[in-house]
């Protein structure tokens, strides 16, 4: 009735370390838990991926320990697979439709594609053939997973894709956002080691909007077409007095010199906050990581403040529970008023105000409203701010003819990801405003199937 459970690292020695939290399946467990799946004629489970994995056929592969047979079964629409093993909400996606979670748990299938990848990277791992050139340009800005996704696809088809990417590390949220707890940055780079191999080129510490525009790729570098797969990492604050004091920061910021500059490598001197109680304000996915993040970083108290309630977090179940047995404090139907300095121009305590759900607001979820005289002063000395983020304005307003809606996400059409200006594509988080990784991939395999029809109806 339950899935096969999954090894795991104990929480209070993994509070400590940024090693992978969880440990995988042995091929033992993953053939117990691949026995499970009950090979539905119309599996619900395939219904719910966002890319149609073939989920009962590569479960019925592992099943009879044929795990090369399920690698290509999975990679035939998922380009990424120990990507996404490890950071779909597969509870809300496949594993929601799955019919064993009717009387029981679903069939494990995220962790049994992490499973199927990790096999592969540890005993195959050979590298994609380079499709023979067709001569054709195409620019792709942004490494996150739509611009990998839409390059890996079209140089399957023969393209001279060119990556262009801002930081000096290739993989977007990937690597500087999701921390390697969770994401070992030695399975990105593997990623985009393949992408290498299948020709593509990857061109780091390139802001397009800065050192190129959008048009010069085309005019002066003879591009035929680009993907802007930009994503949307502008952090928003909340306004509230004391936001300027030395301690508060944005979660993109501080995981970003966690994750990307290393901040918790003793050999990196990359400044960070060292904090002893932070609070971090949000309930999302990034909230959880920068509480995490503290945490390991040595902060003794870590509180997650939060408007609403618990039901409502927006994040992973799965994040909650490691984040409470890691020792973060849920401080739920809670926000912040102001931020409290000393005399040092550093932050000194947080005042808070208790809050009630009322009516449902158009999110459809109850709308928090505050309970007057209900404040009160938290004891934090750093405060994180993670309560949302939208794409950076850099690339539309340098670029004619590319608009944006009134979030100052790119218009475009649905179909074909096509944005207003011709032979400019994009998708992911650019497009949606912040979302999930599968969606973003989702997007860039779109959009490459659009940019080959386009350039070859040009022709
Ligand atoms: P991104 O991954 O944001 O990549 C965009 C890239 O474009 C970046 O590398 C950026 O540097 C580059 N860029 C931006 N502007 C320019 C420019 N002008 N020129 C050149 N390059 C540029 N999703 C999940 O599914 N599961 C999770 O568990 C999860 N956890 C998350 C945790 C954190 C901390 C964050 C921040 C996000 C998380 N997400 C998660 C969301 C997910 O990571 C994103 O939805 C996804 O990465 C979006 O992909 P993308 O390709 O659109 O953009
Ligand atoms: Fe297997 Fe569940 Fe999919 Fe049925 S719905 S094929 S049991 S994974």
Redesign the pocket.
């Known amino acids: 009735m339950t899935k096969t459970p999954m090894p795991e690292q104990d929480p209070n020695v993994r509070n400590k370390n940024f090693k992978e939290v969880t440990l995988g399946y042995t091929a033992e467990m993953a053939i117990n838990e691949a026995q499970r799946c009950m090979q539905c004629k119309k599996p619900k489970c395939v219904e719910g991926c966002p890319v149609n994995i073939r989920i009962p056929e590569f479960i019925a592969k592992v099943a009879e320990g044929d795990f090369a047979a399920a690698y290509e079964i999975i990679t035939s629409t998922n380009a990424l697979p120990a990507l996404s093993g490890r ?3 597969q509870e809300t996606q496949c594993e929601s439709k799955c019919v064993r979670g009717v009387k029981g748990e679903p069939v494990a299938i995220g962790r049994l594609e992490r499973f199927v990848a990790d096999w592969y990277r540890e005993n195959v791992n050979a590298m994609p053939e380079k499709v023979p050139s067709n001569g054709i340009k195409v620019a792709v ?7 990998l996704t839409c390059a890996s696809e079209l140089a399957k088809k023969g393209y001279e894709v060119s990556i ?4 000096h590390t290739a ?4 690597v ?3 921390p390697e707890f ?1 994401l070992p940055k030695a399975i990105v780079a593997n990623e985009v080691e393949k992408l290498k191999a299948q020709g593509v080129t990857v061109m780091t510490d ?4 800065k050192v190129l525009s959008i048009d010069e790729l085309f005019e002066e570098l003879g591009f035929k077409a680009v993907f802007v ?5 502008l952090p928003m604050f909340m306004h509230i007095p004391g936001e300027a004091l030395k301690g508060v920061c944005s ?2 910021e501080y ?1 970003t010199r966690i994750n990307l500059m290393k901040a918790y490598k003793e050999e990196y001197d990359t400044p960070i906050l060292h904090s002893k109680a932070a609070a971090i304000i949000g309930g999302g ?2 909230a959880m ?1 920068a509480a995490r993040c503290a945490k390991r970083m040595g902060a003794e108290k870590v509180y997650i403040v939060y408007r609403r309630g618990e039901a409502e977090m927006p994040a ?1 179940l799965e ?1 909650q529970h490691h984040a409470k047995e890691e020792g973060i404090e849920f401080m739920t139907l809670t926000n912040p008023v102001e931020i409290l300095g000393g005399e040092d121009g550093r932050v000194n305590g947080m005042k808070c105000i208790k809050m009630e759900l009322g009516e449902p607001d158009e999110s459809g979820r109850r709308r928090p409203v505050a309970i007057p005289g209900s404040e009160y002063v938290l004891d934090v000395d750093t405060v994180i701010m993670s309560i949302g ?1 939208s794409p ?1 304005p ?2 539309r307003t340098t670029t004619a003819g590319l608009e944006a809606n009134k979030r100052g996400c790119l218009i475009v059409n649905e179909d074909t990801m096509q944005t207003t200006k011709d032979g400019v594509y994009a ?4 497009v949606t405003g ?7 991939m989702g997007a ?1 395999k779109k959009a490459a199937a659009s940019i080959d029809e386009y350039i070859k109806a040009k022709a």
């Open positions: 950071v779909c909400p800005v942004g490494s996150g997973p739509s611009g262009f990417e801002a930081l993989g977007g949220v990937l500087y956002g999701i969770r390139m802001v397009i909007g797969g930009s994503g949307a990492g979660a993109n995981l996915n990034v990581d992973r994040e983020t950076n850099l690339i998708g992911g988080d650019a912040a979302a999930t990784v599968i969606l973003a860039g």
